[in-house]
C-alpha cells in the first residue's frame, strides 16, 4: 500500500524563509535511499545539498529549477511504501530537472564544493547559531471567556478587563484591605480630596468595592434631586448594638474648624421675625421681568442682596478678628458664602466681591454657586477667603437657627422658611408672609448694639424691599 | 554572646562552615597567609591548611571557574572577589556557567558555589573599590543573592549562604566591616530568605538593605524626634525577596522610599517600587521614592559622602512622600 | 624549529608552521605504514587497531547523519567534526573511567568514546534541552559554549582530585581559537602553579570559524606551555595511533602527580564550522584536497588491508553498525518530543524560588486561558 510522505523546504539554519532550487538530483519514479541528496538548494551565496529524509520512491516534484519557495512549503512527494499499488502522481517537473552524478568532494552533505552562486542572488543574512528567526505572529489567539465582557460604563470609566491570574493577587489583597483603606486609584483619590470627599463612607461600586469617580462625584453633589444619599446605612454590631463610624477625613477636619470656631468666637444669636409679604410679591415680579430670564429669582437673592447693603452700613460685622498681629481685619469687599448642606457636610461656597454685582449678576452667580456644589466641583478657591455667609435653613421647613460661624468671619445669618402666618398688618390680623432671620456673630467684634442694629436694618429691607431696588435697567 | 565586629561575625561563621563540612574550601586572592585584606579569613589557613583555605593567582575567572570544577567534583567552595569593581573579569563565569550549570545539565550538576564580595562606599577609597553591582546579579536567574547589614546577620547568613545548594552571591557592606554588636554564636538561625522589620513605625516604610540599613536606622531616629515614625525593612536577601514582609509593611504605611547605594537607574530598586506600585496600589498614598546613586560612575572620595544617600536624603525623601 | 623571520609589515605574516618535523608525534602515516617516535610508543594489538577503525568509522558515521538531520530540518544546528575523528577517538580512548572529560561543543568523538548514547547529545542541538545529561554517569561534562569556559572547569576539577584523593585525571579539551582566550590562559596558570592533574588537549583544527590559525598565536600552540612551565607537546591529529600513545602518556603524567601537559592535536577541520557555516567564503577547496590525503580513517583501513588484519567480512560488518548507529541515532532524535512549555520553570534552582513558583503559577494560568490550551 503506498504510503506518501511530503518533505517541506527545511529551515537550513540561516534564518531562512525561502530558498531558490538550483538542481533536482532525483526525478519521479527514481528509488532513493536514506540521506541520498535528492536537490540543491541556494542560500546565501553557497548551495546546499539537502540528503533525502526517507528512503522509498519520489512519486513527484512540486517546484522547478528556478523556483523560489518558501520554507514549509512541500517540495516532493516520497512514496515510503512503494511495494502498494501505484497511485497517480501529481507532474510538476520540468525538462531542465538536471541530475548530477557523483560530486569532486565526498558524499557527506554539507561539505560543499565550489559554489555556483546565481547572478544576481540577493544577499540572505546569515545567522550563524540557531534554527533562525521564526515568523512572527499576527493575530491574537483566541482566549477562554471566563465571565462575559461587562459593558462599557456610560459614565466614562473604560471598561474593565476581566480579572486574570497577575490581577488576582491584586484582587486578594485589595479585599484585605477593604477594611483599612478605601479603595480608589490615585487620581479618584485627588478627586475626593478636592471636592472634600470622604472616601471611606462611600460605598463603592466598582470591581472589588473600588471607589470610582463617579461615586465620588456622586457623594459631593448630594443633596439634589435624585441624588442617593450614599452614607452607609446603620451597620449595628448585633452584640452591642452600636456602630462605630471612624472620624476621618471631611467631617473630621470639619469638626475642628466647628470647634475652632465655636470655642474660640464667642458667639451671639439675635433673632428677628419679619413681615416679608412685599419682598415675596417682588421675588414674583423680578421673575417676571426680562433681565431676569433663564434665571433663578428666589427669597434668598433678596436676602442676600440686603446682607450686601447692610453691610455697607456696617463694615465692622464683615471682618475677621487676627489673633496673631492682635487686628480685627474689616474687609472692604464682600465674598458671600452661601451655606450648602450636602450628605458629606458643610461646605460653604462664595461668591467673590459679591457687593460689585448688580441684582441679575447676583442672581446668576448664585444659580451657579447651586449647581456647581450640586455637582461636586466645587473647587477649594470657591471655599476659602468668605467674609460673611447666609445659611438658609428654611428649604428644610424650619423656622431658625443659632448658626455657628464660618471660621475667619465675624458673622453668619440664618434664613428660616417664609410661612404663611397671622400677623398684624395696619392695625389688622392677617395673613402674612413671615420669616425669622437670625444672626450669630463674634461678640469680641460686633457688640449686643451693633449686631441688633445691623439685623434690624437688615429685616427693615425685607420688610420694606423698595429699599433694596437700586440696579440700572438694561 | 560575644560583642564582635561584622568582619569579624563572617569569620565565625566561615570557621564554623568549615568546621561541620570537610567539603568546604575558601579560595580568593589574599584569604590564606595574610588573612583576606580585611582580615576575614583571619587564622582560617592556620587552623585548616593550604588544601581548604587557597590563596589563588591574580586571576578572578580563574577563581570562579575553578571554583565549578571543585563543584562538580563535590566540593563546596567559597569564592572571595577582592573588591566589588573587581567582579567584572569573572562576570562570565559567574553568569554564564554558574547561573546556568543547574539548568543546562537539567538538575543534575548542583552547583553550591558562595561567592563573598565585599561592596558599596564610604570608605574613601579610589576607584573600583567603591561599588554596588547588585543588580546585575538580582537581575541573572539561576543566582540567589544576599546581603547582611549587621555582625549577627553576618554570622547567621554565610553559614546558610555555604549550606545552600544553589549558588549564592554574599553581598558584604564593607564600611560596615567594623560595626560591632552582640552575636549569640549559638543561636538558631534566622531564615536566609525572609528580610527584616528593623524598626516598626506606622507613617512610612524605609526599604534598604547592606551598608544602607544603619544610614536608614539613623534616619528613622533623627525622624522621631520630629515626630516622624518611620518603619526600617532590611530585606537581608535580594533574590529571592522576601515580597510578603514589604507588602505588609506597605499596606500599613501607604508611603514608601527604597533606599540603596546602587546607581538608581536600572537598578534593583526600581524592580522593588514596581513590584510594590502592581500589588500594592489600593495602599499607596504616594508613588514609590528611590533614593540612591546618581548616574554616573561612582565619585572621586572626597565628594562621595554627596553621592551616597545619606540621612537627609532619606527624610527629604520620606518628606516628599508625604507630601502627596 | 627554525626561527620566524619579523613580518615586513603588519599584516605580512610568515605562513603557518607546517607540519612535519621532529615535533610532531606520528605513529602511522597517511599511507598507512607504522612508524615509530623517539619519545613515544604505542603497544596494541591488531584487534585494537581494528576497535580503533570501527571507533573512526561510526564516529563519523554519526556526525554525517545529524549533519543530514541538520539539513532535513530535524536539528536546528550541527557542529561538523569531519577530519577530526582520530583526535577524539585517540583521546576519547586514553581516558579511563577514572577521568573526567570537560569538552567544548564538538567532541561528539569523545562521547562516544565516554560511552555517551549519541542521541543524548542531539537535544542540544535540536533545541529541545541545553544538554540535560548527568556529567558524573559518564565522566563526561556538558558541552560548554562560551570559548575556553571549561577549561578552568578542568583544572578546578582536578584541584578537586587532589584534595580528595581521587586517582584519576582530568582532561580539558578546546580548540586553537579557544588558545587566544583569558580563561584559557589562567587555566595554564593555575594548572601549572597548583601542579594540577589535568591535560589540555587541543585540537588545531586550523580554523576558528572564518579565522585562520596565524590570527590567534605567532608561535606553534603546542610552546605555549613552556611558558607557563609545564610540557607541550604536538602530534599529528590524524593519527589515531599516536593520539592515543601521547594522551595515554600525558594522562598518566597527570594521574602521578607531574602535573598538567598541553597536548596539540594537529588536524584540518574539513567540514564548516556548523551546519551554518559557508567555509567556501574563506578557504580554498586546494586545502581541502591536501588535507583529504591525510585523512584519519583511511589511513586505518589501508594499514589492516595491507596486513590483513582486516579483511572484507570486517569492513563489511564495520558498514553495518555505521548503518545501525546511525538509524538508532535518526529515531531518537526524531522522538526527541517539544518540551511543554511550563517546564522551562524546572530545575533553575536545586532549591527553588517563591519568584520562580509564583511566574510559573502565572504562566499556567495564562496558558490556560486560551481556547486552543492543551490539557
Sequence with gaps: MPSFRDFALPDLGEGLTEGEILAWFVKPGDEVTLNQPIVEVETAKAAVEIPSPHAGVVSALHCAVGDTVDVGTPIITFDVDPGGAAAPAVDLTTSEASIRGGDLVPSEPGITGSPAPKAGSEEKIQILVGSGVKASKLTRRARVSAEPKPPAESNGEPARRPARVSAAG????????????????????????????????????????????????????GGAAGVRRVAPAPDFDPATREQRVPIKGVRKLTAEAMVASAFTAPHVTDFITVDVTPMMELVTRLREH???????????????????????????????????????????????????????????????????????????????????????????????????????????????????????????????????????????????????????????????QLGSEFLADLAGMLADPWRLVNWRSQ | MATITLGKAINEGLRKAMEDDPKVVIMGEDVGRLGGVFRVTDALQKDFGEDRVIDTPLAESGIIGTAIGLAIRGFRPVCEIQFDGFVFPAFDQIVSQVAHMHYRSAGNVKVPITIRIPYGGGIGAVEHHSESPESYFTHTPGLKVVTCSNPADAYSMIRQSIACDDPVIFFEPKRRYWDKAEVDLTAELSPLWKARVAREGSLATVITYGPSVRTCLEAAAAAETEGQDIEVIDLRALSPIDWDTVFASVSKTGHVVVVAEAPVFGSLAGEIAARISERCFYSLEAPVLRVGGYSTPYPTSRVEEDYLPDLDRILDAVDRSLAF | MPPMAPPETATALPPPQPSEGPDFVQLLTPEGERVTHAQYSLDITDEEIRDLYRDLVLVRRIDSEATALQRQGELGLWANLLGQEAAQVGAGRAL???????????????????????????????????????????????????????????????????????????????????????DVNEAFVWASVFNAPVVFFCQNNQWAISEPLERQTRIPLYQRAQGFGFPGVRVDGNDVLAVLAVARAALARAREGSGPTLVEAYTYRMGAHTTSDDPTRYRVAADLEIWKLKDPIERVKAYLSRTGAGDAAFFASVEAAADEVAAHLRAGTLALADPDPISIFDHVYAGGSTLLDEEREQMSAYLASFADARH
Design chain 1, 170 to 221: 491584586v484582587g486578594a489583597h485589595a479585599e484585605r484591605l477593604a477594611d483599612v483603606h478605601a479603595l480608589a486609584k490615585p487620581p479618584v483619590r485627588k478627586l475626593a480630596r478636592d471636592l472634600g470627599v470622604d472616601l471611606q463612607v462611600i460605598g463603592g461600586t466598582g470591581p472589588d468595592g473600588t471607589v470610582t469617580r463617579s461615586d465620588v462625584q456622586a457623594a459631593a453633589a
Design chain 1, 290 to 448: 426680562p433681565d431676569f430670564a433663564g434665571v433663578k429669582v428666589s427669597p434668598l437673592l433678596l436676602v442676600a442682596r440686603a446682607l450686601i447693603l447692610a453691610v455697607e452700613h456696617f463694615p465692622m460685622v464683615n471682618s475677621a478678628w487676627d489673633d496673631d498681629a492682635q487686628e480685627i481685619v474689616v474687609k472692604g469687599y464682600v465674598n458671600l458664602g452661601i451655606a450648602a448642606a450636602t450628605p458629606r457636610g458643610l461646605i460653604v461656597p462664595n461668591i467673590k466681591d459679591a457687593a460689585r454685582l448688580s441684582l441679575p449678576e447676583l442672581a446668576r452667580e448664585m444659580q451657579t454657586l447651586t449647581e456647581v456644589a450640586r455637582a461636586g466641583h466645587t473647587a477649594p478657591a470657591d471655599m476659602a477667603r468668605g467674609t460673611i455667609t447666609i445659611t438658609n435653613v428654611g428649604v428644610f421647613g424650619v423656622d431658625s437657627g443659632t448658626p455657628i460661624l464660618n471660621p475667619g468671619e465675624t458673622a453668619i445669618l440664618c434664613l428660616g422658611v417664609v410661612r404663611d402666618t397671622p400677623w398684624v398688618h395696619e392695625g389688622q390680623i392677617a395673613i402674612r408672609k413671615v420669616t425669622q432671620l437670625a444672626l450669630s456673630f463674634d461678640h469680641r467684634i460686633v457688640d449686643g
Design chain 3, 96 to 182: 579511563t573511567d577514572r577521568d573526567f572529560a570537560f569538552p567544548t561543543y564538538r567532541e561528539h568523538g569523545v562521547a562516544y568514546c565516554k560511552g555517551v548514547d549519541p542521541v543524548t547529545l542531539m537535544g542540544l542541538f535540536r533545541g529541545t534541552s541545553q544538554g540535560g545529561w548527568d556529567p558524573q554517569a559518564n565522566g563526561f561534562g556538558l558541552y560548554t559554549i562560551v570559548i575556553g569556559s571549561q577549561t578552568l572547569h578542568a583544572t578546578g576539577y582536578a584541584m578537586g582530585l587532589q584534595r580528595d584523593g581521587g586517582d584519576g585525571a582530568a582532561m580539558a579539551f578546546f580548540g586553537d581559537g579557544a588558545s587566544s582566550q583569558g
